[in-house]
């Protein structure tokens, strides 16, 4: 299922398929690590809900939820078997 960052509930896994907006807001986003491909995970909100912290390859990145919601993914579904997400179904996970 697609849907933007900003969206992702607190724990959830989900992989970037794009991001949108004007170039600098893309080159940005893409230059702290936010490319195509790549798992992202929701740690925290603060408690005005702005900004947003995000686990993206092994360190916590904070974005605006006005950031997040350029960038475009795809919530994984079922287990977490580390290898495929319950996507591919290698068996390992209850998808």
Known sequence: MEQRLDELEPGRKARVLRVEGDAALRHRIMDMGLVPGTEVRLERSAPLADPVSFR??????????????????????????????????CGRCKA
């Not at 993206?56 to 997040?68: D, K, M, W």
């Open 56 to 89: 993206v390859r092994g360190f916590e990145l904070s974005l605006r939820r006005s950031e997040a919601a350029a960038v475009r993914i795809a919530v994984r579904s079922g287990g977490d078997c580390g290898s495929c997400g319950g996507c591919c179904g």
